[in-house]
Nanobody, 123 residues
Framework: HVQLVESGGGSVQAGGSLRLSCVASGAYRNRNYYMGWFRQVPGKGREGVAGIYSGDPNIRYGDFVKGRFTISRDNAKSTVYLQMDNLKPEDTAMYYC????????????????WGQGTQVTVS
């Protein structure tokens, strides 16, 4: 069973930055998988923010990111980071760390495990 623990959310003014972290415990051993972030606002479904593969460095960003966010990964620490710069009020959401099935693409329907979420508020 994989457990995901997020940190780094908070409140920031527009144009500011935040860095999210997610540590995975019990993750798949000796298998490659996507790990990353989705976000959700009340009344809407979850949308992919960014995912990064543990094998070759494939990275997927949501279209709205437009160069503002950077995802990185430390496989030795089973940790993924999301550096968010030039934040906008429309980035306000609950951000969820997620792990996909081994070998699967980065997509909402391939996610096996979710974190509890960390709130990001941009004013």
């Amino acid at each position: 069973h994989v457990q995901l623990v997020e940190s780094g959310g908070g409140s920031v003014q527009a144009g500011g930055s935040l860095r999210l972290s997610c540590v995975a415990s019990g993750a798949y051993r000796n298998r490659n998988y996507y790990m990353g972030w989705f976000r959700q606002v009340p009344g809407k479904g979850r949308e992919g923010v960014a995912g990064i593969y543990s094998g070759d460095p494939n990275i997927r960003y949501g279209d709205f990111v437009k160069g503002r966010f950077t995802i990185s990964r430390d496989n030795a620490k089973s940790t993924v980071y999301l550096q968010m710069d030039n934040l906008k009020p429309e980035d306000t959401a609950m951000y969820y760390c997620a792990v996909a099935r081994p070998g699967a693409a980065w997509s909402l329907d391939t996610i096996n495990y979710w974190g509890q979420g960390t709130q990001v508020t941009v004013s």
